[in-house]
T-cell receptor, first 116, second 115 residues
Framework: DTEVTQTPKHLVMGMTNKKSLKCEQHMGHRAMYWYKQKAKKPPELMFVYSYEKLSINESVPSRFSPECPNSSLLNLHLHALQPEDSALYLC???????????????FGPGTRLTVL | AQSVSQHNHHVILSEAASLELGCNYSYGGTVNLFWYVQYPGQHLQLLLKYFSGDPLVKGIKGFEAEFIKSKFSFNLRKPSVQWSDTAEYFCAVNKKNTGFQKLVFGTGTRLLVSP
């Protein structure tokens, strides 16, 4: 089973709202990722968690706040977003075996976010 | 900075035609290479990957790719496409021996297969 699930599938929010995106995997993977994909563009890495610790933050604005409460769950908390933040937000996971590893990332279906 | 180029942005083929999609990367070190596919309305799925060994790798659905180190290329091929192969194809690269798997994606190639 290589399934990564994400909820909700679609989200519409105003610029003053606070919302959260959720991601879950039950493959025993220890690395989890958030990507942002704008229309007709490739996914761009936002955050990487490894063993529940934030390992990479690709200079993402603080209005995006990731959280990894346990090894199976990854959240992305959203606050005071801008219309240009509208995009497909993808979660991925991999075994996370560390340097030199031959990890493969498996992606969820994404949450399509619209900021009004 | 590491980058990945996919020169064919849009490709239109008839069913049964052969397919080759180009992918070149700029990083000079040792890399892992991937092709992902995104069918309309679906999530990114792994087609195939190369880590080491035989530079010709076979993936799902009849796809294969060849790693040519001297050309920094990892082109995707399929001898005979089907209408169901209509999708967007992304090449992705990450550096070996880095702590965590920072995948860099190419800009994607939209393939339309006409029946």
């Amino acid at each position: 089973d290589t399934e990564v699930t994400q909820t909700p599938k679609h989200l519409v929010m105003g610029m003053t709202n606070k919302k959260s995106l959720k991601c879950e995997q039950h493959m025993g993977h220890r690395a989890m990722y958030w990507y942002k994909q704008k229309a007709k563009k490739p996914p761009e890495l936002m955050f990487v968690y490894s063993y529940e610790k934030l390992s990479i933050n690709e200079s993402v604005p603080s209005r995006f706040s990731p959280e990894c409460p346990n090894s199976s769950l990854l959240n992305l908390h959203l606050h005071a977003l801008q219309p240009e933040d509208s995009a497909l937000y993808l979660c991925a996971s991999s075994e996370g075996r560390g340097p030199g590893a031959t990890d493969t990332q498996y992606f969820g279906p994404g949450t399509r976010l619209t900021v009004l | 900075a590491q980058s990945v180029s996919q020169h064919n942005h849009h490709v239109i083929l008839s069913e049964a035609a052969s397919l080759e999609l180009g992918c070149n990367y700029s990083y000079g070190g040792t890399v892992n290479l991937f092709w992902y596919v995104q069918y309309p309305g679906q999530h990114l799925q792994l087609l195939l990957k190369y880590f080491s060994g035989d530079p010709l790798v076979k993936g799902i659905k009849g796809f294969e790719a060849e790693f040519i180190k001297s050309k920094f290329s990892f082109n995707l091929r399929k001898p005979s496409v089907q209408w169901s192969d209509t999708a967007e194809y992304f090449c992705a690269v990450n550096k070996k021996n880095t702590g965590f798997q920072k995948l860099v994606f190419g800009t994607g190639t939209r393939l339309l297969v006409s029946p």
